[in-house]
């Protein structure tokens, strides 16, 4: 790794002990998308970034679907710095790739600051 390089923890199936997880050390923690963002990271506390944390199911849904669950993801962060936006998990071997790119460009209209 490189020297400087942040480290990105990831943990699927810890979602009842996100103290713990945050002690085992790392500069972003991944939250998958069974965790409700906005209160996992105030148990967190905000001094640590987060990652994630879409559903990669809704995905495979429509775009008013995958607007109104990115909304809520980053109505969950508050516009806090150290939110990255990601999926919760992988992207789905049948995710139709235009919704994926519509994600990115939602993405980007609901966070422009």
């Not at 490189?2 to 050390?25: K, L, M």
Request: a negative charge.
């Amino acid at each position: 790794m490189t020297p400087g390089t942040p480290v990105i923890s990831c943990r699927v199936g810890t979602e009842g002990r996100i103290p713990s997880v945050n002690e085992a050390g790392g500069e972003v923690l991944g939250l998958a998308w069974r965790v409700e963002l906005g209160p996992a990271w105030d148990r967190l506390g905000h001094d640590i970034a987060v990652q994630g944390n879409l559903d990669p199911a809704v995905l495979l849904s429509n775009v008013g679907a995958i607007r109104r669950a990115t909304q809520s993801i980053l109505d969950g962060a508050k516009g806090r710095p150290g939110h990255i936006f990601n999926l919760g998990h992988g992207v789905y071997q049948e995710t139709p790739v235009e919704n994926v790119k519509a994600l990115v460009d939602i993405v980007h209209e609901l966070s422009s600051r």
